[in-house]
């Protein structure tokens, strides 16, 4: 069984920054793709960033620039730094991570956490 967990929400002012840190823990043998995702309300789930275990990124369009992806194999962690934020990056951000296991080799998500732009 492999679990994602994400940290480093919260709330923040327009124009500021904050780091989300997402750890992958179980039975993991391997780890092909670290990601971001986010979900704004009344919105479908959209691709934020995406990481390979050989460090190729990609990025949505909405946060190139400004947002940056950045990974640690070793720890089996990726992080998203994220500055000059705005109102709409205002969303819940989950993490996912495609994982070869002991058992299976499948996409896994974290529960999510809630990032506010707001003044």
């Known amino acids: 069984q492999v679990q994602l967990a994400e940290s480093g929400g919260g709330l923040v002012d327009p124009g500021g920054s904050l780091r989300l840190s997402c750890a992958a823990s179980?039975?993991?043998?391997?780890?092909?793709?670290m990601g971001w995702y986010r979900q704004a309300p009344g919105k479908q789930r959209e691709l934020v960033a995406t990481?390979?275990?050989?460090?190729?990124?990609n990025y949505a369009d909405s946060v190139k620039g400004r947002f940056t992806i950045s990974s640690d194999n070793a720890k089996n962690t990726v992080s998203l730094q994220m500055n000059s934020l705005k109102p709409e990056d205002t969303a819940v951000y989950y993490c996912?991570?495609?994982?070869?296991?002991?058992?299976?080799?499948?996409?896994?998500w974290g529960q999510g956490t809630q990032v506010t732009v707001s003044s």
């Open positions: 996912n991570g495609f994982v070869r296991s002991t058992l299976t080799t499948r996409s896994y």
């Open positions: 990481i390979t275990n050989d460090g190729s990124t």
């Open positions: 179980g039975t993991i043998s391997n780890i092909y793709v």
